[in-house]
C-alpha cells in the first residue's frame, strides 16, 4: 500500500519560508516522480511543483520563490518555500505520478497525501 505524509505546514507571516515535507512509503520511490498541488478554499486544486528523476517543473506563480528537491535514499520529497505571499494559503498535498517523470496534470498522480495546510497572514 502507497502512502504519502505531508509535514511542515504552519502559519507564517508574508515574506516568511516554511519547507514542507512529503514521506513515501509503498513503492520504489525514486521510479517515480513526484508532485505538489495545493487548494485554498473555494478554489479548485492547482499545480505547484513537480520533480522527476532530474527534471523539475513550477507554476509561473512560485518560480523563483519555491525549489522542490527529493532524497531518494530517505524517500522524502521537499517543498521549500520563500517569500511568501498571502495568496499561497491553501491545503498543500504530494503525490506520486504514475509514471518516472514530473507533471503538472493531477490526472498522471496516482497516489495522494492528506495534505498540510500553510496560512500566510498579511
Known amino acids: 500500500q502507497v502512502q504519502l505524509v505531508e509535514s511542515g505546514g504552519g502559519l507564517v507571516q508574508a515574506g516568511g519560508s516554511l519547507r514542507l515535507s512529503c514521506a513515501a512509503s509503498g513503492r520504489t520511490f525514486s521510479s517515480y516522480g513526484i508532485g505538489w498541488f495545493r487548494q485554498a478554499p473555494g478554489k479548485e486544486r492547482e499545480f505547484v511543483a513537480a520533480?522527476?528523476?532530474?527534471?523539475?517543473y513550477y507554476t509561473e506563480s512560485v518560480k523563483g520563490r519555491f525549489t522542490i528537491s527529493r532524497d531518494n535514499a530517505r524517500n522524502l520529497v521537499y517543498l521549500q518555500m520563500n517569500s511568501l505571499k498571502p495568496e499561497d494559503t491553501a491545503v498543500y498535498y504530494c503525490?506520486?505520478?504514475?509514471?518516472?517523470?514530473?507533471?503538472?496534470?493531477?490526472?498522471?498522480?496516482?497516489?495522494w497525501g492528506q495534505g498540510t495546510q500553510v496560512t500566510v497572514s498579511s
Open positions: 503525490a506520486t505520478a504514475r509514471g518516472p517523470y514530473g507533471s503538472s496534470y493531477s490526472e498522471e498522480y496516482d497516489y
Open positions: 520533480i522527476g528523476w532530474s527534471d523539475t
